[in-house]
Each structure stands twice: as structure tokens, then as C-alpha cells.
T-cell receptor, first 112, second 110 residues
Framework: GENVEQHPSTLSVQEGDSAVIKCTYSDSASNYFPWYKQELGKGPQLIIDIRSNVGEKKDQRIAVTLNKTAKHFSLHITETQPEDSAVYFCAARSFGNEKLTFGTGTRLTIIP | SQTIHQWPATLVQPVGSPLSLECTVEGTSNPNLYWYRQAAGRGLQLLFYSVGIGQISSEVPQNLSASRPQDRQFILSSKKLLLSDSGFYLC?????????FGPGTRLTVL
């Protein structure tokens, strides 16, 4: 089955700087890669996703890149703000599979 | 627009007591439904998922069970809670690639 590894497990970034979280996946058939943001005491919120037919997707300050050859994808947050502090999860799913495989999460702390 | 509800929001139960958590989705039809558990400070563990009424797939053997009596209703149950059942229980739905989570139920077993 699919295995998703996520790094780093914790990340502290000065406000205004950029943050990058990386994930690798094992199943070359995976074609959908979402990212979730989970604030304390709340359910995870889908913030951006990418499909295997594109290499990069951007939405304001967040972007995701995908390298299918290397089987890794990354979340980039620019101009970080205190409200970006949260736990971020990556995930992967292959076509026809109803289940997402999640990474273990990254706790991002933005230092004012 | 679609919304997902979970109740109760918090629950404190004694060991050995029964459990029933409910999840309902509005604004969509025939969704895939999922139950996850999240231990404190940990990742997301898929417990059950359902692709239709009465169709339940179990991911992890445990003393929990799930049922889907209606298209947009998903219930998580236990006959006798264990201390290890404490955690944050999340319901989620999807009809295409995107999967959306509910607000969660915080369960504490004492």
C-alpha cells in the first residue's frame, strides 16, 4: 500500500519568512495530493491540492509543487503570518482508491 | 453548499460504557464517509469508511463499529469503552478527489 513520509515534524519560522514542508510517497500510481491545515481543537481544513497532471499550483501565499519522478511534493508558504501557526498534513491517493494516506504532520510555529 | 456536522462536540464517558457518535452531511448525495481517530498530538488514523448505505470497511481491528443507516449519516459505536479509546474523532466526506473534515468530537474515557 501507499506510504507517505513528511518532514520536518516541527518547524519554527520568523514572521514574514517562508516555510517549506516536504512529503514523499511510495505508490507511483498516486495522482492526487492534498494539504490540510489543522488548528488546535478543530478538524483539518483542506487548503490546497494538486493532481499529477500539473507540477505546481499556487493560491495567494501558498503553493504546492509536485515531482512525479522523485515522488515527492512540497508545500510552500510565503510571507508567513501568526495565523499560519498550525499542524499541516500532506496526503496522497491513487486513482480509484477511496482512501487518503496521510503524512504524520508538521507543527509550524510562526515567531512574531 | 455542503456542510458536515458532528455531535456531541465533547464527551466524557466511564470505562465500560457504550458510545455513539453521529455524523451527518448536508448538501450532497451519495458521499463517501470516513471515521478517523487522532490521539493527542498525533496523526490521523482511519478507522472506517463507507461508499454507500450499509457498506462499511474496517481499517483497524478494535472494539469500535460503524454503521451507515442513511445516505448522509455515519455513526460510530462501541458497546464497552476502553481507556485507549480516548481521542479526537473526526468524520469526513468526499464525492470526488477532495475530502472534507467535520469539526470533531473530543472523547475522554475515564
Amino acid at each position: 500500500g501507499e506510504n507517505v513520509e513528511q518532514h520536518p515534524s516541527t518547524l519554527s519560522v520568523q514572521e514574514g519568512d517562508s516555510a517549506v514542508i516536504k512529503c514523499t510517497y511510495s505508490d507511483s500510481a498516486s495522482n492526487y495530493f492534498p494539504w490540510y491545515k489543522q488548528e488546535l481543537g478543530k478538524g483539518p481544513q483542506l487548503i490546497i491540492d494538486i493532481r499529477s497532471n500539473v507540477g505546481e499550483k499556487k493560491d495567494q501565499r501558498i503553493a504546492v509543487t509536485l515531482n512525479k519522478t522523485a515522488k515527492h511534493f512540497s508545500l510552500h508558504i510565503t510571507e508567513t503570518q501568526p495565523e499560519d501557526s498550525a499542524v499541516y498534513f500532506c496526503a496522497a491517493r491513487s486513482f480509484g482508491n477511496e482512501k487518503l494516506t496521510f503524512g504524520t504532520g508538521t507543527r509550524l510555529t510562526i515567531i512574531p | 453548499s455542503q456542510t458536515i456536522h458532528q455531535w456531541p462536540a465533547t464527551l466524557v464517558q466511564p470505562v465500560g460504557s457504550p458510545l455513539s457518535l453521529e455524523c451527518t452531511v448536508e448538501g450532497t448525495s451519495n458521499p463517501n464517509l470516513y471515521w478517523y481517530r487522532q490521539a493527542a498530538g498525533r496523526g490521523l488514523q482511519l478507522l472506517f469508511y463507507s461508499v454507500g448505505i450499509g457498506q462499511i470497511s474496517s481499517e483497524v481491528p478494535q472494539n469500535l463499529s460503524a454503521s451507515r443507516p442513511q445516505d448522509r449519516q455515519f455513526i460510530l459505536s462501541s458497546k464497552k469503552l476502553l481507556l485507549s479509546d480516548s481521542g479526537f474523532y473526526l468524520c469526513a466526506w468526499s464525492v470526488s478527489d477532495e475530502q472534507f473534515f467535520g469539526p470533531g468530537t473530543r472523547l475522554t474515557v475515564l
